[in-house]
């Protein structure tokens, strides 16, 4: 028999499931009837029936003991509580020690949620399919690898699947390499493979136990590769034969449902097992812990069962850490994560690279990039090697934080290493590239995971299109979607909203149109992404109008908006206060006013729609658009200034329960500071304090001139920003010093941007000879510049000669990414010439100022200098009139 192929450099080692040829000779197995009982297991309701309740009620009473199903060998709560007696571990200790890392969590009023993304796409959506963090060793036979590769090489051919299975029969060293065979199944997505290998082992092993073992392992096999209705069936089905009734099967259960988003269900069954004698232990813990986390429950509701076990005697181990450490990602609740990784070391519980490899991903998901960093490179010290995981966990992390250069160092790092790439890793490198617009780069990478066996799938061509789309390669995009249907891989809900995204914001409504209408076709569910993905498009476009009806649309198909639904729309609003009015859908088709020539455009248009109400609007909208867009309609536009539009979206998130997040603050102080007037954007801040004091609070005390009453509290505020991750920060700072300075409170803007130099928001230079700006919003900048130059005045009047050349740094800012002639260096270059400073575009580097030190140290020394460098408040309390008050100094 042929080994192994070794696989070519930077090549997936997962198997390869190479096509079919239909050249292998048939064989029947025992005979047709039990191959027909087989197909049944995994087609028919024999055993369950989706329309009855699928578990049984809850247990009322307690049952003190093991049944007899639990099977030898199982950590029971009487067990778990002598060996915590014989080592001196008091179970209450683990209860008290997490109890106190959840209640330093719960200490700070600004929540991780503040700390906010703009999208909508998480990073779950990049990872699916992606292979088991930790290799399969159970112990195997060499026959049964060898089997392996035969049962993957035969692909959906299940005649040659019965082949392999028959062939290998009796080389196969009993229930052991056929538990091997399953979990590799499981990992490696084969569904056919591990139906067929089931229903071959179980009619040929002998003894309770072994099958229930091989049941167990099913049952978790078909979690993993998303057949939960298969898993109950065949959970069901093991019990009415006798060998189904265990811990394990029920632990193997608990685990499917909560992969599957089922996290109730694994609960009922988890309180139901007492009514069948079994007492829950470690493994049946440990799997109800990973359900809530797998289902994203709130880390509040997982914990209660960590603290049930430990009350009853049963002390953690690793896997029970690793799974509160995955419930941490979702929201990216670092510092629990951190918290947790601390009180397994005071534990001495071992850590692992799947213990590390999920604490990245929530420090990724926290956006502590800077940190996850500084923990993958101290993880060799600990003995703890990253692996093909850890490098695209942290790739996707860096590609999502907008730093694509680092990403694509760790690309060069596992080059240089020799690490395996995997799909996950090949797709997270396609995004960066397609991000950056390097599609030549990106499609070579296409190519190399296919040269590896390493197939595209929707999330590549997902990758592909946002890519495309984001460079306005419409061609492109047409191109790349219709390749993926070719090859019979199915575009999925996340794939048309990024179509739909793409054609809304190049104002394509009529493809639009088409591509709505063959999602519609294609019978899937619209979800909260595709809602926001459009919303967002609409409003880029200036379409608010249109965007708040499809927020009403939303919510009336019951799906729940997420706070970058909204942030879309009140960032619109501040865009532009004078709002267009996208679409009346009172309106019917023969109520446009249509230009005769239209008729060929409009004609027919309506008649296919689907008759939901909501696809109607949906339609109508799009229809309406299009036709605007050629000029075949009037647009229905009333200005009006609605600015308080925002007070009503605020409330309808408070009601609903949405936390804002930093991106909400910056949207709503960008439209403050696109209000007509001041007062506006007072009554605006002053409205929103009712809902967050601790924020908007301080936003409206600096703003009023209060800055005597509200230091305090913006100190506190600062406090806990600085907690958070850099994004965040600077985008915090920034939102409010523009808005600051653009209503003349100088001197409070200057204070604010200092405060964050202190803390380091900006890792800009500051130097006697250079100003770095990067990444500062035009308020701060011009702030910072003030007080840069205040600085290198208090030099000069010290005696100092300043450097030879000083340098003013804008490259790129925050309201424009194009190097050089963005928006931060046009602010900049207005202030310099107002005040009179002598600094000049350099003529090689469009985004740096330069000056000869001894021009800037003249032009310093002139008596006119410091009254255009000190800043003033426009507006003050007339109460600190004659008054001294404790504010910070300048402090430079």
Known sequence: MASTPTPTPHCSSNPVRPNNNNNNHRHHIRNHQQRQNNNNRWSSNRYYSSKSSPLPAAATGTCVGVGVGAGAGAPTAAASAAAAAASGVAPSAFSSSLSSLLGGARNSRLGSDFSGRRSTRFAAKMHSGRPRNSPNNHPHSKAADEALQCLLKAGNNADAVDNVLLSYEHRLCGGEDYVYLLKEFGNTGHFLQATKCYDFAIWRVNGMVI?????????????????????????????????????????????????????????????????????????????????????????????????????????PDRVTYNSLLCACVPKGLWELAQ???????????????????????????????????????????????????????????????????????????MKRLSVGFDRVSYNTLVAVYAKLGWFEEALNKCKEMESCGIKKDVVTYNALLG???????????????????????????????????????????????????????????????????????????????????????????????????????????????????????????????????????????????????????????????????????KKDKRDRQDKFCILWLFRKMHNMEIKPNVVTFSAILNACSHCNSFEDASKILDELRVFDNQVYGVAHGLLMGFRENTWFQAQSLFDEIKRMD?????????????????????????????????????????????????????????????????????????????????????????????????????????????????????????????????????????????????????????????RVYNLPALSL
């Not at 990784?341 to 850590?351: A, C, D, P, T, Y």
């Open 467 to 633: 890519g495309y789309g984001k460079h306005g390669m419409y061609d492109e995009v047409e191109s790349i979607f219709e390749e993926m249907k070719a090859k019979n891989i199915y575009p999925n809900t996340l794939t048309y909203s990024t179509m739909i995204d793409v054609y809304t914001k190049g104002g394509m409504y009529r493809n639009s149109m088409d591509v709505y209408k063959e999602f519609k076709q294609r019978g899937l569910e619209v979800d909260v992404v595709f809602y926001s993905a459009l919303i967002d498009a609409l409003c880029k476009n200036g379409l608010v109008e249109s965007s708040m009806m499809l927020l009403d649309v939303m919510t009336e198909k019951g799906i729940r908006p997420n706070v970058v639904t909204y942030n879309s729309i009140i960032d619109a609003f501040g865009q532009s206060l004078a709002l267009e009015c996208g679409v009346n859908t009172s309106l019917g088709a023969n109520e446009y006013q249509i230009e005769p020539s239209s008729s060929m455009l409009i004609e027919g248009t309506f008649q296919d729609q689907v008759s939901d109400k909501e696809d109607d609007r949906i339609l109508m909208m799009f229809e309406q658009l299009a036709a605007e867009n050629a000029g075949l309609i």
């Open 211 to 315: 099958k229930g073992k091989l049941t167990s392992t099913m049952i978790s096999t078909l979690g993993r590769l998303g057949k939960i209705d298969h898993a109950l069936r065949l959970f069901e089905m093991a019990k009415y034969e006798g060998y189904g009734n265990t811990v394990y099967s029920y632990s193997s259960m608990i685990s499917a449902f909560g992969r599957n988003g089922r996290f109730p269900d694994a609960v009922r069954l988890f309180r139901s097992m007492r009514n069948f004698g079994l007492e829950p232990n470690l493994i049946t813990y440990n799997a109800l812990i990973d359900a809530g986390a797998k289902g994203q429950v709130e880390f509040d509701t997982v914990v209660k069962f960590f603290d049930e076990m430990v009350a009853s005697g049963i002390l």
């Open 726 to 882: 850099s994004s965040t920060a600077s985008a915090f700072y920034n939102a409010l010093t523009d808005m600051l300075w653009h209503f003349g409170q100088k001197r409070g803007a200057q204070l604010v941007v200092l405060e964050g130099r202190r803390r380091n928001v900006w890792n800009g230079d500051w130097s006697d000879s250079c100003l770095d700006l990067h990444l500062m919003s035009c308020g701060a900048a011009c702030a910072m510049v003030h007080a840069w130059l205040l600085n290198i005045r208090s030099v000069v009047s010290e005696g100092y000669e300043l450097p030879k050349i000083l340098n003013i740094l804008t490259g790129w800012g925050k309201h424009s990414k194009v190097v050089g002639n963005g928006t931060l260096r046009r602010a900049v270059e207005t202030l310099l010439d107002g005040m009179g400073a002598p600094f000049r575009i350099a003529e090689c580097n469009l985004g740096r100022f330069m000056s000869p030190g001894y021009v800037v140290a003249s032009w310093l020394k002139e008596s006119s200098t410091l009254n255009v460098l000190v800043l003033h408040d426009q507006i003050s309390n007339s109460e600190r009139a004659g």
């Open 339 to 413: 918290n947790l990784l601390r009180e397994m070391e005071r534990k001495g519980i071992q850590q692992d690279v799947y213990t590390y490899n999920t604490y990245l991903d929530a420090l990724c998901k926290g956006r502590q990039m800077d940190l996850a960093g500084k923990v993958m490179a101290e993880m060799p010290a600990k003995k703890i090697f990253p692996n093909v995981v850890t490098y695209s966990t942290m790739m996707d992390g860096y590609a999502k934080a907008g730093r694509l250069e680092d990403a694509l160092d760790l690309y060069d790092e």
